[in-house]
């Protein structure tokens, strides 16, 4: 089993030794100058990482309606330009690059029509997963919360049919706990069910808490550590054949070993 933990939860000298792998964050490594990847501040991070030799995976930028996300760094899959393929195509070059198992996407945002947003996802993750492939890159589309009434694959149904629908082998699912459990309202069996819906396409974990309801702090998804929330983490015992990263997507060291311990206690297949 590989503990991970986001590259915001810690120096990697912290993390060393609680995790073996991290998540690259971009949006928030300051690699970035507006929307120019500056190739000095990577390569000095990246040297700082092979030092502790973890491994990796990569969250290319995405939407968020949040004033300290970088406002250059928008992506909206149902709705990309030029722009925005340049930096999805640079997270997935960094992931062929450093070798890393999965490059995290988030699905669009409805917008005027919830279809046509969809389709438009879809026609965009299809370019997205002919460079993933051409690069031997593999793609997590994650669920989102749908306590925000505006994203698109906050229900596994709709994740598997966008997954299905691009029909490619670099293209999986990252199943995001938290966010399901707001989409779930806290309910374990609801959970339950959107695992086993998902469950055989999932490629990657990103496993964070919350109360299971919307609340003005990001509509309720507050990234909390496992264990501090009402989510039901026993439900991943039903992935008895997943292999990938288990990727505590938390703020802080404490949240990590709180996560860490509570999906110990959870998780029947460590024994």
Partial sequence: MIFGASSFAGTPGELKGNVDSIELY??????YSGRTLENEKLNRILDELSVYEFASTIHAPYFAPDPNYPGPLQVDTACMGKREFSLMDESIALANRIGAGVVVLHPGRIGQDREVAFSSMVKNLKVLSST?????????????????????CCKAEELVRAVE?????????????????LTCEGDAEKLRHFVEVLKKHIVHLHL??????????????????????CADFSVLNLLSGYRGVYN?????????????NTLENALNCLS
């Fill in 26 to 31: 971009i949006p928030k490594l300051g690699v």
């Fill in 132 to 152: 993933a492939e051409d690069q031997g890159v593999i793609l997590g589309l994650e669920n989102k919360e749908g306590t925000d009434p505006n994203n698109l």
């Fill in 165 to 181: 629908a691009v029909n490619s082998g670099a293209l999986k699912a990252t199943f995001d706990i938290g966010h399901a459990n």
């Fill in 208 to 229: 964070h808490d919350n109360g299971g309801k919307w609340t003005e702090i990001y509509d309720g998804d507050e990234h909390m550590a496992p264990g501090k929330g």
């Fill in 248 to 260: 505590l997507e938390v703020f802080s060291m404490e949240d990590v070993l709180l996560g860490k």
